[in-house]
């Protein structure tokens, strides 16, 4: 049995983690400071320790590392969203950057085994074209995808300096079960399944033809868990793209639920294009997607869009 710490682990993806590792016979200590706006509940669970912290706060973050001692820790807190940093750039870097120094330290501090970053897809911009490899020279056009990113050096150099095992996942646009619905900056699949639910058109940004690679949150977990469960030293200090390999362009994905559509103006600071070259985690993880979008699309529609 091991002990895994998980931050930002009340929401979206880190709860799915969470589960996953329970289900797996760890004992499991959650750290979340609840501050996502898109967030309609928190995803506690009452069978893991659970510290209502803020990562980017070195004194309120030590509790839970000097009471639980984790030997794995999978950091998911962050300030989310490519808009709100636009508008919120010294708050994206204070939680983004500063706070996983806060956690990378406290893991060399205590002597956890290896912690697993979530990073992002946005660090590939414009320039690069598709499908995105780990090698290609990053192209970050806001205060979200910089202060992710420079994270990713932390966690590179914690490595390579301190030997600190570090293993980093550029994940993909996420959805699936518990993804956030509040507000216009939530993930696109989500918000148009609640507009379809709620019987409104569907907004789609731009003229839609914007392309995403749309991962499914299991299979995000399943990544983490293979990447925790690892033997294979070559995976430490590396940077894994976390997709499916297939892409759809935003009003594809409005067509698979509605045919009634609005637009809405273009924003600022978003590649045209996102699709994950999986070469390097399939042969080094051994990792495959499994959820195809359009077959949770049908099954969302089955049980009521509920």
């Given amino acids: 049995m091991n002990r895994c710490l998980v931050t930002g ?7 799915h983690i969470v589960d996953e590792l329970l289900a797996e016979g760890n004992e499991v200590c959650v750290v979340d400071n609840e501050s996502s706006n898109s967030n309609e509940e928190f995803y506690w669970n009452n069978k893991c320790a659970n510290y209502k912290s803020d990562v980017s706060n070195y004194q309120s973050v030590i509790k839970p590392f000097k009471e639980f001692r984790p030997d794995y820790v999978f950091h ?7 808009p ?20 990378l330290q406290l893991c060399r501090y205590y002597k956890t085994k290896r912690i697993l970053y979530s990073s992002t897809s946005s660090a590939y911009g414009i320039k690069n ?64 399944l609640k507009q379809k639910e709620n019987m409104e058109a569907l907004t789609v940004v731009g003229d ?8 499914n949150v299991k299979d995000v977990v399943s990544a983490n868990l ?14 894994f793209n976390v997709g499916t390999g ?17 637009y809405l103006p273009a924003r600022q600071g978003e590649a045209k294009e996102t699709l994950a070259d999986l070469t390097k985690i399939k042969k ?4 495959q997607p499994k959820i195809r979008l359009e077959d949770y699309i049908k099954t969302e529609k089955k049980l009521g869009l509920s």
């Fill in 226 to 239: 293979l990447a925790k469960n690892s033997n294979n030293n070559e995976i430490l200090g590396e940077i």
């Fill in 84 to 103: 709100p940093s636009i508008k919120n750039p010294v708050v994206a870097c204070q939680n983004n950057f500063i706070g996983t120094c806060n956690v």
């Fill in 76 to 82: 998911l807190a962050a300030y989310a969203r490519i």
């Fill in 284 to 287: 080094m993880l051994d990792y």
């Fill in 208 to 215: 839609g033809s914007q392309r995403r690679d749309f991962t």
């Fill in 129 to 192: 074209k598709p499908p995105h490899r780990e090698d290609m020279h990053r192209d970050c056009l806001n205060p979200y995808s910089v202060s992710k990113v420079a994270a990713e050096d932390l966690c590179k150099m914690y490595h390579s300096l301190y030997g600190l095992e570090t293993v980093i996942f550029r994940y993909f646009n996420v959805y699936g079960d518990r993804q956030p619905l509040k507000g216009q900056y939530a993930p696109v699949v989500g918000i148009f």
């Fill in 9 to 15: 682990g009340a929401g979206f993806i880190g709860s």
């Fill in 246 to 262: 297939r892409n759809h362009s935003v009003l594809e994905l409005a067509k698979m639920i509605d045919d009634q559509v609005t």
